[in-house]
């Protein structure tokens, strides 16, 4: 039997051959990885939000490390479910890989603009047993095709004095920690001086145990919708990605308004 360094050896040039650049495209970024997460305390209609890093191998997933960016390879014996994101708690308020009901959003490195890039987000009410309607607006100061997740698979949350307590599509109940996983689907838009992209994400009417929504509009200057954008890269000349909104210490672009009154 060969020596298990030399198997690996040629493991990763298989890998690397069937990688192909370390640039990723969008088209190299379409594999899916499921939802694996338990639904208890939270409506099932939750989504899924897009992968922009990370590329299928032949022998492997390749998967964005939180702390350098780069890849890594994970246990090819893994099903694709088993090495979406990674779990931690926020108990003590640190950055959580999680997004759960009744947690401080706690976001340490996000802004409205990255990259040339602005996120600004506006709502308006249409019901007062539903959602607020919420508009996400991207403006460019060069022109720019963004590569992202569908505007339905934008996570946005509703905040209580900087608590969560619903939104989606990824949301956890109180206590749950399990991964959340994601499936990759990739779109775009185009955007650049006097060429805004308005989109509209559709309304998340998940709210966390014990909270209605006709309570949450008898007091709606409490609330806060934040609309949360993943990591932005240059991937090219006017070409740019949107990636996953998860870990929280990640440099994320967020826009937030008030809940209409």
Not at 64 to 85: F, K, L, Q
Not at 161 to 172: A, K
Request: net charge neutral; glycine share 14%.
């Amino acid at each position: 039997m060969r020596p298990l360094d030399s198997q690996l050896r040629e493991g990763l040039a298989v890998v690397a051959d069937a990688a192909g650049p370390v640039g990723f495209t969008a088209e190299s970024v379409t594999g899916k990885v499921r939802r694996r997460r338990r639904r208890s305390g939270v409506a099932a209609g939750a989504g899924v939000a897009a992968l922009t890093l990370g590329v299928v191998a032949a022998t492997g997933w390749f998967v964005a490390d939180s702390r350098t960016g780069g890849p890594v390879m994970a246990d090819p014996s893994h099903a694709p479910a088993d090495v979406g994101v990674s779990t931690g708690a926020a108990t003590s308020g640190s950055p959580s890989t999680v997004y759960m009901c009744g947690e401080r959003l706690v976001l340490p490195d996000a802004t409205n603009s990255r990259e040339g890039l602005t996120l600004s987000v506006s709502a308006a009410k249409s019901g007062s047993n539903v959602g607020p309607d919420v508009t996400v607006t991207f403006t460019a100061g060069t022109a720019v095709h963004v590569t992202a997740s569908p505007p339905a698979l934008f996570e946005m949350l509703y905040l209580d004095d900087g608590i969560i307590v619903g939104g989606g599509p990824m949301l956890n109940p109180p206590g749950d920690m399990t991964s959340q996983g994601i499936d990759a689907i990739g779109t775009g838009f185009d955007v650049g001086p006097g060429h805004p992209s308005v989109q509209q994400p559709g309304r998340r009417d998940t709210l966390c145990q014990s909270l209605s929504w006709s309570k949450v509009w008898s007091a709606a200057h409490r609330y806060e919708v934040v609309v949360l954008q993943g990591r932005v890269e240059k991937v090219g000349a006017g070409q740019l990605t949107l990636g996953i909104p998860l870990p929280l210490d990640t440099p994320l672009l967020v826009g937030r308004v008030a809940f209409p009154q």
